[in-house]
Each structure stands twice: as structure tokens, then as C-alpha cells.
């Protein structure tokens, strides 16, 4: 009996058995699972149920928080129990999917549709149901790709109409190594007669959604829809927009999307069309992501595009273009100072294969400025190193040659500035590389270069200074500063006529055997080259010829960027047109660095051997060629008084080739082929400081540069400032030195030559 306002309300005593045995025993057929519970209370027309809990398996469960189930009054006395109404409160299914979809067929095949089951007393369908706060925490795989979903549900279900109303908040989900994150996920269900098991085609609505694209970078505040044909999730249709961040939990800046995204695709690629249009727009809305590129100042910067990707068997035909105005790039690899302004315009077709790992660029063309640059080739990247193969061509149609200079960031290549060229310029490349058979690799192409002609340069580049009298100022990597005077009567300068013969045979021969044939570049090497560096897999050789190297050392720097090396390929082609080729190897011997703070042929010939240049002997200057390559770190022999036995090798061998390439005469070479040499120790101080100072300087983080070059930061005319004694003189002991631990050793030296004659 139940007293409700004064009014009482009976309802029959065997009622009490029959709700339970309704509720729980029925329950049980039903699903097939042992059920337990903390507490059933009966009220009139009602149970109230807690603490429910299905165990499927040991690893899948269904806890009910609370269950409150609403009979038909009128029902229970005609010994009827007929739920009309569920409502579950807080709870959580937890574990394999697979247990659940068992678990659904099963229950499909018990539950019959109320017209089906005659005149039974039990009726568990109810007309109405409703879920909320149900924690879902499920994992499974599709087809053979682990996926999980963790997320709260709300649902609601009118059952006479087979329709469920699904609201999932709070979504993480994952599919292989791709995660997703969601505000709200929400769907309408229906389920065929006879099942639980929804009906397919099914159409999700998507709030706050976000995915990760990079480690750094996320597409967030995702909206729209998916449609999912099958429980599989073989295909699907995408109507999507959103926006990015650099944080693929984050849910975006929630305004006007940047980016939309619509399409249909099959999950294998086997068919589709996906479409990507992304409005130009300033990198300032999205912050995060802003702060994860190598940009500074950027926020003002623009970019925008379209993509499409149509895919057929397993591959992706992409065409597209993008946009990208007023970035500020800072990379160390890059340039040594932001490169500002950066932006083009670039348009592609091409085909991508995922089995084989294949990229095919049918036609690509980046715009800038007056210029423009033609790209096509196949890239087959397979994880097996044999296994990859790259072709490439780039091409330059003919443009003015002053479009070109314009169209290179001042930050990217400081030193073009103030360059006024006349003239066309055009370029053809190609390069076919096969790991398999690495011998057969090419790399031809075509550069009209010489018919650009400089018709205004700047002043510390002109052929009348370069040609002439001038002051090198160098900072080494310690920040000390050193200064070569090339000019007539100097105490650091030779003249090329007055430098030993063999010096000149033995820099051609471990640097630049054609330097008398080339115009500044080596082309018939740079096939070899690259080869070397793909076999190593580092950049370990470039081609360097004594040109480019006087180039970086009297009007660079050596940093490591492309900057430095784009601006020293444009300098090599402007020094080999403006200078003889005596000039440039005068320079060149003059300026190079032979040990720590020794520049120049004179210093190094008195430093070693308290000689002039021309009484340089073979061995002596086939040495001193050796020191090139790494001349700090070889200065231990000189600290340790005479050479190791395997830099005795190096040097026999080095007169050997200066001999077999007829730069050496067979008279000479008898006299010398043992490559021995007698240091003059006056400079060399104690054994202990001289290593010390070698490890200093190697430890020291400045780059080595020209200060009297292109790169000046000063602004003054170094040509007007007096020289101090220690200046002109450069004596490695004035440096400072401090003590160290653990001095270098000669053990361990590096290859034998740079290179190999060109």
C-alpha cells in the first residue's frame, strides 16, 4: 500500500515477486550474463535499482549506477508487468567491443517486438528510455587496426520507433596512431527489426573536435558531419570545417572556420574525393600553432589555398595550390639572421601511392617575384634503403637575370645587395637516383649563367679592390680577430710568383686539380660528389673548388646554412668572370687558414718551417696542402714535434699522386717520396700549451668569418684602419689560453684528401 496526498493507492501483494522476477530474472535470459545488484526497491508502478552490474567476461562489464523502471499500472492487475518507461543515471560499460556486439545479437535474437510475443505476462520493452552520464570506455579493432573510444554518453530512445538520439561528450577516440578529440558527438539511430544492432548508413554531428596533423600542429574547433557507411568503417563522407592549434587537445579559437573539408572516401583508398579549401588568412589567429614554427614577427602573415585528392585503388591523384605572403623565417640552417618577407606561389599535380611509398610530381611550378620555377619527378621512399629510387628535374624559364637577385630574400643572401646585373638567365636540371646501383646515378643539367653580366657591384666586391691592395680582417671561432695585409712589402703577404711551385701542385692536388680548366664549379664532380654523400648518408663532400673557397674565407663566412652557400655559388660565378685566375689562387694562398691563427701562406711557411714561401720543399708543402681540410685539429703534430705515423702516410701517398698526375718530376719525387720534414719549434711554445690551445679552439662556439667581406657588421672601410704589431704579426701564442683536462691526441685523423683531383 502506498499513501500519496491523503489518498491511499494498493497495489497487489503478489506484485512484489513478479516486478523482480520481471526485472532481474528476465533481465538475465535476455543478455546471458550473471547480474548482480546493491539495492531493489519497489514502489507503485516503479523500481528503483542500484549498483546494477553485467559482466560479460572478465575484462567487460556493464555497472549501472542507478535504473529506475516505470510499469503500466493498469497492467499489474491482470498480472502483467510491462515496462513503459527506462531511465538510467551515471554508470560505465567498460571493456572489448567484440563482447558487446556478441551481446547485442544476442539480445536481438531473445527481444521481439511486442505484437510477436502473444499474451506473456513479462514485457521488458519499454516505449520510452533514456541514458545520461554513462562512461564509455571501450577498445576493439576495426577490422585489423586497434581503435578505442572514451567518452560520456546521453541517450535517448523511443523503441515502438526504433530510434535512439546518441550524444557522446567529452570524445577521445583512436584509430591505429591517429587520435581524435571531441567536445560533442551526436547521431540519430535506428536498428533493422529484430536487432539492436543500428542500421547503416549513420550520420555523426561533430562540435570542438581536433586531431593531431604534426607533434606541433592540430586541425581544432572541428565541426560538421561524418556519415559512416558501415559498423566497419569502410567509408565515409565528410562535410567538415574548423580551424588549427598547436595543441590537438585544445578546442581552437571557436571562430570563423579557416579551413573546410568535404568529400567522400573508401578507408583502403580503393575510391573517393576529398576537397580542402583553406582561406587565406592571417598566421596571427592561431597563436599556437604560430609558436611552434621557426618564425618570428609573423603574426601579419598570410596564407591560403585549395587541395583536391581523388583516390582510385589504393592511390591519390592531388592537384592544388598554395598561397603564403610575409613569413618570417628564423632557422639556424637557414641563415644566420631571419629571413624576412618570404612568400610564393605554388601550384602541383602529381599522384600519391601508400603500398609503394611513391610520390609522383606530374607538374609543379612555385612562383616569386619575376621568377618562376618548374619542378616534376618520382620519389619511391621504401623503409628498405636498396629499395629507393629518386628522379627530379627543375627548370628555370628564361627570365631577366635582375628578376632572379630580386626574387632572393636580402636576409637569405645579404651580400647580392647592391648587385645590378643585364642579361638572361636560365637553368635544366635533372637527377635520376637509384640506391640499388648507386654507379649509376646522373645529375646533368644546364645553366645559362654567363649571360648575366654585372653592371654595378658593391665596393668590397669589386674587381678593382679584389684586384688590387686590401686588408683581410678574420674572427676566428674564439671571437679573436686576425688580419692579413695583401699588399706590396707586407710581412703577411706573397706574391703568387714568389710562392714555391710545389705548393700550388700540392692544393691542386688535395683541393682543385682543374682549377686552371673550370670557371669557379666543377660540374663533371658533382655527380661524384653527391653520390659519396648519398653512400655516407651525411653531407660529407661538396665539389669545393679553390674559387668557392677563397669566396667563403675573404668574403664569407663558414657558417653552415644555405645562405652562406647560395650567396657563395653567386660570388664563385661573379669572382671567376671579375678576377684572373692567378688573382684568385694569389688571394686564395694568401688568406687560407694553415693552423690555429696562422692565415695565409707566409705566416704558415715561417710558423712551420722559418721559411719563406718560395723555399717551400715538396714534403713541406704537400704538409702544409694537408693541413687544409682541418686546420686546427692537425696542428698537434706540430705541438707534438713531428708527424704520427699514419699522417706520414697521408703525405707519402700525397707525393705519390702529386707524381703520378705529373705536378711532382720524377727527380724531385725520388729525392722527397718519404715525406720528410723537420718542424721549426721557435713558435711552438710547451708541448702542454700548444694542445691546450688546440682544444680551446675547437671547443669555442663563434662562427669563422670576414669581417673586411660582404657580411661586414661594422660599416667601416677596414682598408682606413691602422694595424697593431699583433695584428699584422697574428702569433697563435698571443691568444689566451686557460688549462684543460684532457689535451687532443693524433690518433684518429681524418680522411686522407678532401678530395680527389676533378
Known amino acids: 500500500m502506498v499513501v500519496l496526498g491523503g489518498v491511499v493507492f494498493t ?31 519497489l514502489e507503485y508502478s516503479s523500481v528503483t535499482m542500484r549498483g546494477v552490474t553485467l559482466t560479460l567476461d572478465a575484462d567487460t562489464t556493464i555497472r549501472l549506477d542507478r535504473i529506475d523502471v516505470m510499469f503500466d499500472r493498469e497492467a499489474l492487475w491482470s498480472a502483467q508487468a510491462i515496462v513503459t518507461e527506462v531511465e538510467v543515471v551515471g554508470g560505465a560499460i567498460t571493456g572489448d ?26 514485457h521488458l520493452m519499454p516505449q520510452r528510455a533514456r541514458v545520461t552520464g554513462l562512461r564509455l570506455d571501450l577498445r576493439g579493432n576495426v577490422g585489423e587496426t586497434l581503435a ?14 526504433d530510434r535512439a538520439t546518441i550524444e557522446l561528450r567529452g570524445v577521445e577516440a583512436s584509430l591505429g596512431d591517429r587520435s581524435v578529440r571531441a567536445d560533442t558527438l551526436s547521431t540519430v539511430l535506428r536498428r533493422p527489426v529484430g536487432t539492436i544492432v543500428p542500421r547503416f548508413p549513420v550520420t555523426v554531428q561533430i562540435e570542438g573536435g581536433a586531431t593531431a596533423l604534426t607533434p606541433q600542429v592540430a586541425v581544432a574547433d572541428i565541426r560538421g558531419s561524418v556519415t559512416i557507411a558501415d559498423s566497419k568503417l569502410s567509408e565515409m563522407s565528410l562535410t ?32 573517393g574525393s576529398v576537397e580542402l579549401t583553406m582561406v587565406a588568412f592571417k598566421l596571427g589567429k592561431i597563436p599556437a600553432v604560430l609558436a611552434q614554427l621557426p618564425v618570428v614577427d609573423s603574426e601579419d602573415a598570410t596564407i591560403g589555398g585549395d587541395l583536391k585528392v581523388t583516390l582510385l585503388d589504393g592511390k591519390a591523384e592531388v592537384e592544388g595550390d598554395l598561397q603564403l605572403e610575409g613569413l618570417n623565417i628564423d632557422h639556424p640552417l637557414l641563415a644566420r639572421q631571419p629571413v624576412r618577407g618570404v612568400g610564393f606561389a605554388f601550384n602541383f599535380t602529381g599522384e600519391v ?21 618548374d619542378f616534376d619527378g618520382e620519389f619511391i621512399h621504401p623503409e628498405e634503403r636498396s629499395g629507393r629510387k629518386y628522379r627530379l628535374h627543375v627548370a628555370v624559364p628564361k627570365v631577366a637575370c635582375q628578376e632572379v637577385i630580386e626574387a632572393i630574400p636580402a ?39 654567363d649571360k648575366c653580366k654585372p653592371v654595378k657591384v658593391p665596393h668590397l666586391v669589386s674587381a678593382d679592390r679584389l684586384s688590387g691592395a686590401f686588408v683581410h680582417r678574420v674572427t676566428m671561432r674564439d671571437g679573436a680577430q686576425r688580419t692579413v695585409d695583401l699588399r706590396e712589402g707586407s710581412a703577411t703577404y706573397t706574391a703568387l710568383d714568389q710562392i714555391s711551385p710545389y705548393m700550388l701542385a700540392a692544393v691542386m692536388t688535395t683541393e682543385d686539380g682543374g682549377f686552371w680548366r673550370h670557371r669557379g664549379f666543377i660540374t663533371s664532380q658533382f655527380p661524384a660528389a653527391l653520390k659519396r654523400n648519398l653512400e655516407a648518408g651525411k653531407i660529407r663532400l661538396g665539389a669545393s673548388t679553390i674559387t668557392m673557397q677563397m669566396v667563403k674565407n675573404v668574403l664569407l663566412s663558414h657558417e653552415r646554412t644555405l645562405s652562406r652557400k647560395l650567396q657563395e655559388m653567386f660570388l664563385t660565378w661573379y669572382v671567376e668572370q671579375s678576377l684572373s685566375k692567378e688573382r684568385i689562387m694569389e688571394v686564395y694562398l694568401n688568406v687560407i687558414e694553415f693552423g690555429p691563427g696562422v692565415y695565409g701562406i707566409t705566416r704558415a711557411a715561417s710558423h712551420y718551417f722559418a721559411k719563406a714561401p718560395a723555399a717551400l720543399t715538396a714534403p713541406e708543402a704537400a704538409y702544409l696542402a694537408l693541413m687544409l681540410p682541418s686546420p686546427v685539429r692537425r696542428h698537434i703534430h706540430y705541438c707534438e714535434g713531428g708527424l704520427s705515423p699514419a699522417f706520414q702516410a697521408k703525405l707519402k ?14 727527380i724531385i719525387f725520388e729525392e722527397s717520396k718519404e715525406g720528410l720534414i723537420t718542424f721549426d719549434l721557435a713558435e711552438v711554445g710547451t708541448k702542454r700549451a700548444c694542445l691546450t690551445e688546440i682544444q680551446r679552439l675547437l671547443a669555442a662556439s663563434q662562427q669563422q668569418r670576414s669581417i673586411s667581406g660582404l657580411l661586414d657588421d661594422s660599416g667601416y672601410d677596414d682598408e682606413a684602419l691602422p694595424l697593431t704589431p699583433d695584428e699584422v704579426e697574428g702569433e697563435p701564442g698571443e691568444l689566451k689560453r686557460r688549462k684543460s683536462d684532457a689535451p687532443p691526441t693524433a690518433d684518429g685523423e681524418d680522411a686522407f684528401l678532401q678530395a680527389e683531383e676533378r
Do not use: C, N
Request: aromatic share 6%.
Open 11 to 41: 497495489y497487489p501483494l503478489w506484485a512484489d515477486g513478479l516486478v523482480e522476477d520481471a526485472v532481474v530474472r528476465r533481465l538475465e535470459a535476455v543478455t546471458a550474463a550473471p547480474m548482480t545488484m546493491d539495492s531493489f526497491d
Open 97 to 122: 567491443v567484440a563482447a558487446f556486439e556478441r551481446l547485442a545479437a544476442q539480445m536481438g535474437s531473445r527481444m521481439k517486438p511486442r505484437e510477436d510475443r502473444g499474451g506473456g505476462r513479462v
Open 148 to 161: 578505442s573510444l572514451d567518452a560520456v554518453a546521453d541517450i535517448t530512445a523511443s523503441l515502438p520507433e
Open 240 to 271: 567538415l570545417a574548423g580551424g588549427f592549434s598547436g595543441d590537438p587537445r585544445s578546442a581552437g579559437e571557436g571562430a570563423t572556420p579557416l579551413w573546410s573539408l568535404k568529400g567522400t572516401g573508401a578507408r583502403d583508398l580503393s575510391r
Open 353 to 373: 601511392d601508400p603500398a609503394l611509398r611513391r610520390v609522383a610530381i606530374e607538374a609543379a611550378t612555385l612562383r616569386r617575384g619575376g621568377i618562376e620555377i
Open 411 to 449: 636576409e637569405l643572401a645579404p651580400s647580392l645587395v647592391g648587385f645590378q646585373l643585364k642579361g638572361d638567365f636560365e637553368l635544366d636540371l635533372a637527377a635520376d637516383i637509384d640506391f640499388a646501383d648507386l654507379e649509376k646515378l646522373t645529375l646533368t643539367g644546364r645553366v645559362e649563367r
Open 653 to 666: 701517398r700525397l707525393l705519390a699522386i702529386m707524381h703520378t698526375r705529373g705536378r711532382l718530376d720524377p
